[in-house]
């Protein structure tokens, strides 16, 4: 063995120790409420698929037609010659379904947000994010250049502390031309927790302290709002937000992510966001998906896509709890090692809900991260609370209702 690996050896070793070490796991089927993991098939409540449209025929079909007419692959970048049809269908679509004068797609939901924060705030801006956003918000925080300021998670006075710090220091000298900007960037839905911003608030807040605003609405697009829109759309602050960030690959069924916003936004991201300037485009299945996908979110079948998500969730909690739910409910275990126990013992009562760890949440905070998903039946249900209610004694703490 090479003195490299045997110094990424000893840094696995510190991993298994620690109770973080993580492997792949081959699925040999499709996405579904039942899942075939090592020749056995497990109910499974760890899929993002909240309405069911991963193997939906129709995502399917459009797909396929589109292989069929603009083949495999792209060819190259979209500023080259990879814009193909599918590419501009989605984006004019997107910006129909989010209400906005403009939207762009691009490959991740990561590389949205990594190619606009890093676009919008550079060295000497300020970027103020909330403690619980997701990876890539973080990552793109610090690779901006921009000074990184953090709030306490949804605590609108310590945000408030911070942006009044970020007003006196941005505040232009005579002398200058441009002063630097401020940008807060938050999620809608939170990932790990399915707990919700305050976006009315936060709107109050950046709009009186000249800031901008850039939400998330990974876990809450498709789900949220009379249009199916988002937290944003449901809270009444659609158009006070500059910044619209989503992905393709939860709801909607398909993958990718996008940006909405306004026409100069989108046109701005087109030529600085160095993750859409530089990247292959999407393939064109991905994109065809992803325009059904939308479609059938803004049909009856997605309202009673939603329904049949909201009955399922309303099942499992308790009665006297609130009708607003989230399709992500966190049991908090705490520590990792007990935390792949409970895993495992679900694994073998047949359902498959994986241990979520740091980094993807803070030490000591290790959980079972349950999702819910339309196609989901009642005695799936029935299934996971009986599971859940035998795993619980080794559990410290939990959440579940």
């Known amino acids: 063995?090479?003195?490299?690996?045997?110094?990424?050896?000893?840094?696995?070793?510190?991993?298994?120790?620690?109770?973080?070490?993580?492997?792949?796991?081959?699925?040999?089927?499709?996405?579904?409420?039942?899942?075939v993991l090592d020749g056995k098939s497990l109910l499974n409540f760890s899929s993002n698929d909240?309405?069911?449209?991963?193997?939906?025929?129709?995502?399917k079909t459009s797909a396929c037609e589109a292989i069929e007419r603009y083949g495999a692959g792209t060819g190259g970048s979209r500023l080259i010659c990879g814009s193909l049809a599918p590419h501009h269908q989605l984006d004019e679509l997107l910006a129909q379904?989010?209400?906005?004068?403009?939207?762009?797609?691009?490959?991740t939901g990561y590389t949205a947000a990594l190619g606009t924060i890093c676009a919008l705030v550079g060295k000497g801006d300020i970027i103020v994010i909330d403690k619980l956003v997701h990876a890539s918000i973080v990552d793109a925080a610090r690779l901006s250049g921009a000074i990184l300021r953090v709030f306490d998670h949804n605590e609108l006075d310590d945000l408030e502390t911070i942006l009044k710090w970020a007003a006196e220091k941005t505040k232009t000298p005579a002398s200058a031309t441009q002063s630097p900007r401020t940008l807060v960037a938050t999620e809608s839905v939170f990932s790990m927790d399915g707990d919700h911003a305050p976006l009315r608030e936060l709107v109050e807040l950046k709009e009186k302290?000249?800031?901008?605003?850039?939400?998330?609405?990974?876990h809450a697009t498709g789900l949220y709002g009379p249009n199916r829109r988002g937290l944003a759309e449901a809270m009444g602050v659609s158009n006070?937000?500059?910044?619209?960030?989503?992905?393709?690959?939860?709801?909607?069924?398909?993958?990718?992510?996008?940006?909405?916003?306004?026409?100069?936004?989108?046109?701005?991201?087109?030529?600085?966001?160095?993750?859409?300037?530089?990247?292959?485009?999407p393939v064109p299945a991905a994109a065809a998906a992803a325009t059904a996908g939308i479609r059938f979110v803004q049909s009856s079948a997605g309202a009673e896509r939603l329904a049949a998500l909201q009955k399922r969730l309303a099942e499992f909690h308790a009665p006297q709890q609130s009708p607003f739910y989230s399709a992500i409910i966190p049991v908090i275990i705490g520590d990792e090692t007990k935390a792949v126990e409970a895993a495992a013992h679900l694994r073998n009562q047949g359902i498959f809900i994986p241990a979520i760890r740091y980094p993807t949440v803070a030490r000591g905070t290790a959980r079972l991260r349950l999702t819910f998903s339309a196609a989901h039946a009642p005695l799936d249900i029935q299934q996971l609370r009986s599971a859940l209610r035998l795993v619980l004694p080794i559990v410290p703490k939990t959440e579940m209702a």
């Open 1 to 35: 063995m090479t003195s490299f690996d045997s110094d990424l050896s000893r840094r696995l070793d510190a991993l298994r120790e620690q109770g973080l070490y993580r492997e792949l796991r081959r699925v040999d089927s499709a996405q579904s409420p039942r899942i």
């Open 50 to 59: 909240y309405l069911g449209l991963a193997n939906e025929p129709s995502l």
């Open 97 to 107: 379904f989010k209400g906005t004068e403009a939207a762009l797609s691009f490959s």
């Open 209 to 218: 302290y000249g800031a901008w605003l850039m939400v998330d609405e990974a």
């Open 240 to 281: 006070h937000i500059e910044v619209q960030m989503g992905t393709l690959g939860k709801a909607i069924g398909a993958s990718g992510g996008y940006i909405s916003g306004s026409r100069p936004l989108i046109d701005y991201l087109i030529n600085r966001s160095r993750s859409f300037i530089f990247s292959t485009a």
